[in-house]
């Protein structure tokens, strides 16, 4: 759905009345960087789950926002301005550690919550350099995949194949979904295709994996995106060219955030057993040196951290609301949607000991709307 759509939606009275819940998400991707929704479909798609609110947090962009608060406007809904990025963590002593981030070592997620939306521009100004620079790195890891399926016959081409699949960011998904592409425009029968995956390519597919596949002609929608998940989960480290020019240093995201009036955010994941989105391995990531990764996001300058109910176990979370409250930092919530698979309801705020994150998130209004004019004020806001 584009913004026009909604427009004449709206204007022709088309709009259906949803009562409002109690359930949020601060961390919607779009068509900017790697989602199946333009910035009008996820808050028309927000808004018909139910949400009473929902915050954008594309990658390296801020491009989407306007249309993404102009839609919220169009329909009521209260919306959030954000940004998600790598930073590199090489400087700090957790250097050599394995954070957020599954593909790089001394390298972290991000997100930028609250951004006064007069700054979005500025902000995204700020990313162009490091978008050029991944575009670089981006044609560099095109070039491994080409190598790894060069017995397949099946040759994939940056400018015709992959770019177009993003309107502002291309990320690793972009440079996979082009290779999904091929392999469904090759192979129309999804067995054939599966077959292709598990001989040729040499790719080991869960059982429930294959089922969803081959499930495809029944739900055509998330046909595409299913075996994305597959060759996302086997892939990545293959091809993988680690990021440099393309992460800002942590001191230079800070001074960024402050600068342009936003909240920094670490991006909490945890120890991954069985991967909800079906993306990931299982693997350890912050959770053996917890206590050291909030000592230096507070010795450096962060706000908040921000962690999805519906990834971790009850025991992780508590821990991280613990150490929130012990260090004084706000905590966002949002879950990460990329995939039409993923749902826009998370049943886990039915959860009284999650309840505080639907108050952060209208908190979290208040800042974007305060920021702008009265930046100590909008602080005090989310002051714990």
């Known amino acids: 759905m584009d913004i026009e759509r909604l427009r004449s939606m709206a204007g022709g009275g088309l709009i259906p009345h949803i009562p409002r819940t109690h359930y949020i ?22 808004y018909v789950n139910g949400l009473c609110t929902a915050g954008i947090m594309d990658h390296d962009t801020t491009a989407g926002a306007a249309e993404f608060i102009e839609a919220g406007s169009i329909l009521g809904l209260p919306v959030t301005c954000g940004v998600e990025c790598r930073v590199d963590f090489s400087m700090t002593r957790l250097c ?7 593909d790089q070592i001394s390298v972290a997620y991000c997100a930028m919550h609250g951004i006064p939306h007069r700054n979005l521009d500025a902000v995204d100004a700020f990313f162009r350099p490091y978008r050029a ?9 095109t070039e491994n995949i080409n190598r790894l399926i060069s017995s397949t016959g099946i040759v994939l081409d940056y400018d015709t194949d992959i770019r177009p699949l993003s309107v502002t960011t291309v990320t690793e998904r972009h440079l ?6 091929k392999l469904t425009g090759r192979f129309p029968d999804p067995a054939d295709l599966l077959a292709f995956l598990t001989g040729p390519m040499g790719i080991p597919v869960s059982r429930k994996a294959a089922d969803a596949v081959l499930g495809g002609r029944q739900t055509p929608e998330y046909y595409e995106y299913d075996i994305l998940g597959i060759l996302k989960g086997n892939m990545v480290e293959k091809f993988y060219v680690d990021a440099a020019g393309e992460l800002p240093a942590l001191p230079d995201y800070i001074a960024m955030v402050r600068e342009y009036r936003g909240i920094a955010a670490y991006a909490y994941l945890g120890d991954v057993g069985e991967s ?11 959770d053996g040196y917890l206590d050291l990764l909030f000592e230096e996001l507070v010795s450096y300058g962060f706000d908040a951290v921000t962690f999805m109910p519906t990834r971790n176990t009850r025991a992780q979370l508590d821990r991280v609301m613990e150490l929130c409250a012990k260090h004084r930092l706000f905590q966002i919530s949002g879950e990460d949607i990329n995939s039409p698979r993923q749902k826009f309801v998370c049943p886990a705020y039915d959860d009284p000991a999650f309840a505080h994150l639907t108050d952060a998130a209208f908190t979290l209004i208040r800042y974007e709307n305060t920021a702008g004019d009265d930046p100590e004020g909008a602080r005090r806001l989310i002051t714990v």
């Open 25 to 46: 998400n601060n961390h919607i991707h779009t068509v900017h960087s790697f989602s199946p929704y333009t910035p009008a479909g996820a808050v028309y798609t927000a």
């Open 96 to 102: 050599g550690r394995r954070l957020n981030n599954p």
């Open 133 to 141: 620079e991944r575009e670089k790195r981006n044609r560099r890891m």
């Open 176 to 181: 996979l979904f082009g290779l999904v592409k």
């Open 276 to 286: 909800v989105t079906g993306d990931k391995k299982a693997q350890k990531f912050e």
